[in-house]
């Protein structure tokens, strides 16, 4: 970045992520030579579905690759390993022979099997397959859209069936594509990955029969699950003869990026929404709460690290509604400023349930209230009321952990674009009774990916000197008497309960 | 219609015409362009420049807009945006340069520390945004007097404490300090206000070239100084990280 300093060798992660694909150069610190990054185009066909076009996403890779060589002006000699993170629970279908996507990639966000998912419940509801793979039937996951293509595509069930056609997630199409495509790309995907498809079971760590049987999905078409950093291939092309050793879900490898190694440690990503995972070693948690078991990650032949997953829909995005639709403040980061200008919430409360009430509520009749409303409330204290929802609910999502696991949050460590508002981050730090702690490196997700592929070839010998590469650039430690989180807090599930049964039926 | 206030209308009155043609008045033209007494005239402007609406040329003693006005209205830049397009440069300066990283803005008398990067090794450090650091001592003070004129005046009006034996506060040794600080670019403080504790901060601009703050780092005197110098790897890691910042901010390369 500011300084030549670092040497190398190097490991280079790529972030295939949502909005756009990135590569990160890292040296043996952890520290980011250089960065490149290209947006792909979000494809809307109808409401409520969205699509990418993976043949534009593997161009975008290569080109974000070269590009972050370029800057850090080295050759790719100086490469030693390649690791992946990815959007989670995209979907794409390809035939094998030319490479060539049969349909567009379908995204997480894309909700267009709802119906397929409800169906697939039968009498038995959304936990149908949790036992098996930790998750509810929703119209996130991986399983369920491959069904829609197999049903919805013309003649691609026979082609499936014949073994012309390979699924993955993104992790699975860029690795197949670095590995040499039609020309002997591996086709692999990794066990975090694959614990977002709801075919695989998380106690054999393999694609169980039963559910593909249920979901009317070939095996053929399916990747080989591997561990999450171990040398899949060798790359051709751009990077050619580099060891591509690494792949993670965006979230997972933003776990591993923060060295959270241990039971019970944690790490929440604040962006347009949230995500915190907390590590459970290796216990497989059933979740009576709401939230997510899932596989944190796997390292080559040693045993898997399960994680429980609990996600905010609404945090940055309420401070961009209050920006764009109320128009309070011009700046996201302008919210601070405004709610630092008043003491406290001045009695109201903002639970954002824009599309309902997710964990650990799960009611879809729910909607969004501000309460406590009096002549004395102002726009200072409704921004405050703001900073706090995603503070209460941090709160929540980790009671719910410790309600399911037992174990007790010593610390939060914190990454994401909203980790820059301190008052947030000191709200956060207060309501939960416990240090909150942000790392020097803001780019966690990609650190991750570049850690576990650094491990796989040797590079960094274990997970010791991972955590001795972390440094804490700041932290924040709970300055609120119990008794005032405690009654705030009662007020805060005054006003949750205030938003449920407001939709009259359910669709 | 409800009572209002003389004095505020006068002052509105005085800054419409010091925005006007002639942008340099002396106190005998603003008071007679008012039909004001001396005497009123100069208590009006003496309060509004102590705001930092308007300023008097040292030399000439006219008077003309201050700094002040152009941070009000849409060049006004929120120190919480100044925090977030900081982030990772500051970050990044902290890793090289192994010392804790401070981002401060002129507030009322002093340096307010809107950002604070921990030193990267494992000690415990407690964070400091929200504290308040001297203008004529720290290196983060220094850099704002020399280069925002508001900041200038309260740090050469107001009494200069004597923190340690090394604090420079006679005027005009305090005036050399920061002329040599606007020839370099760059400010220091070794041990000025704390003992054992040296400094190195350079300024950050927005996109209309306005002094917005000041980024450094601080340390013991020991690491941050080689062989009786301040160490020049450390003071141009600093100018970096506040050039990049700029340019976030929208200056053009400088």
Partial sequence: MTDAHTAGPFIAAIDQGTTSSRCIVFDKDGRIVSVDQKEHEQIFPRPAWVEHDAAEIWTNVQEVVSNALIKARISREDIKAIGITNQRETTL???????????????????????????????????????????????????????????????????????DILFGTMDSWVIWNLTGGVDGGVHVTDVTNASRTMLMNLHTMEWDDKIL???????????????????????????EGIPVAAALGDQQAALFGQTCFAEGEAKSTYGTGTFLLMNTADKIINSYSGLLTTVGYRI?????????????????????????????????????????????????????????????????????????????????????????????????????????????????????????????????????????????????TCLGAAYAAGLAVGFWPDTDALRANWRRAAEWTPRMDADTRDREYKSWLKAVERTMGWIDHEE | MARTIQSLERAAAMLRLLAGGERRLGLSDVAAALGLAKGT??????????????????????????????????????????????????????????????????????????HHVFRPDDSRQVLEVGAMQPLHSTALGKVLSAYDPVAHAEATEAAR??????????????????????????????????????????????????????????????????????????????????????????????
């Fill in chain 2, 41 to 114: 005239a100069h208590g009006i402007l003496r309060t509004l420049q102590q705001e930092g609406f308007v300023e008097q040329d040292p030399t000439s003693g006219r008077y003309q807009l201050g700094a002040e006005l152009l941070r009000l209205g849409n060049s006004y830049l929120d120190v919480h945006e100044l925090r977030a397009r900081a982030l990772v440069w500051t970050d990044d300066l902290a890793r090289s340069s192994g010392e804790a990283v401070y981002l401060g803005v002129l507030h009322q008398q002093g340096v307010l520390v809107v």
């Fill in chain 1, 93 to 163: 279908l390809w035939d094998r022979h030319t490479g060539e996507p049969v349909h567009n990639a379908i995204v997480w966000q894309d909700t267009r099997t709802d119906a397929l998912c409800r169906e697939l419940g039968r009498n038995v509801g959304q936990d149908r397959f949790r036992r098996e793979t930790g998750l509810p039937l929703a119209s996130y996951f991986a399983g369920p859209k491959v069904r829609w293509l197999l049903d919805n595509v013309e003649g691609l069930r026979e082609r499936a069936e014949r073994g």
């Fill in chain 1, 300 to 444: 080559g032949d040693q045993k898997p690290v399960y994680a429980l997953e609990g996600s905010i829909a609404v945090t940055g995005s309420l401070v961009q509604w209050m920006r764009d639709q109320m128009g309070l403040i011009s700046t996201a980061a302008e919210i601070e400023t405004l709610a630092s200008s008043v003491e406290d919430n001045g009695g109201a409360y903002f639970v954002p349930a824009f599309s309902g009430l997710f964990a650990p509520y799960w009611r879809s009749d729910a909607r969004g209230v501000i309460a406590g409303l009096t002549r004395y409330v102002t726009k200072a204290h409704i921004a405050r009321a703001v900073l706090e929802a995603t503070a209460w609910q941090t709160r929540e999502i980790v009671d719910a952990m410790h309600k399911d696991s037992g174990v007790d949050l010593t610390a939060l460590k914190v990454d994401g674009g909203m980790t820059s508002n301190n008052l947030l981050m000191q709200t956060i730090s207060d309501f939960l009774d416990a240090p909150v702690v942000r790392p020097m490196v803001a780019e966690t």
């Fill in chain 1, 213 to 239: 049987t249920s979901m009317e999905i070939p095996a053929a078409i399916l990747p080989e699950i591997r561990s999450s950093a171990e040398v899949y291939g060798t790359a051709k092309g751009v990077l």
């Fill in chain 2, 161 to 254: 404490e004597e923190f340690t034996p090394h604090t420079v506060t006679g005027l005009a040794d305090f005036e050399g300090v920061l002329d040599l600080i606007r020839a370099r670019g760059w400010a220091s403080d070794v041990e000025e206000t704390w003992e054992g504790v040296a400094s190195v901060a350079a300024p950050i601009y927005d996109r209309r070239r306005m002094p917005v703050g000041a980024v450094g780092i601080t340390g013991a005197v020991e690491r941050v100084r080689e062989d009786g110098e301040l160490r020049s790897t450390l003071v141009a890691a600093v100018r970096d990280c506040a050039r990049a910042v700029s340019r976030d901010l929208g200056a053009g390369r400088f």
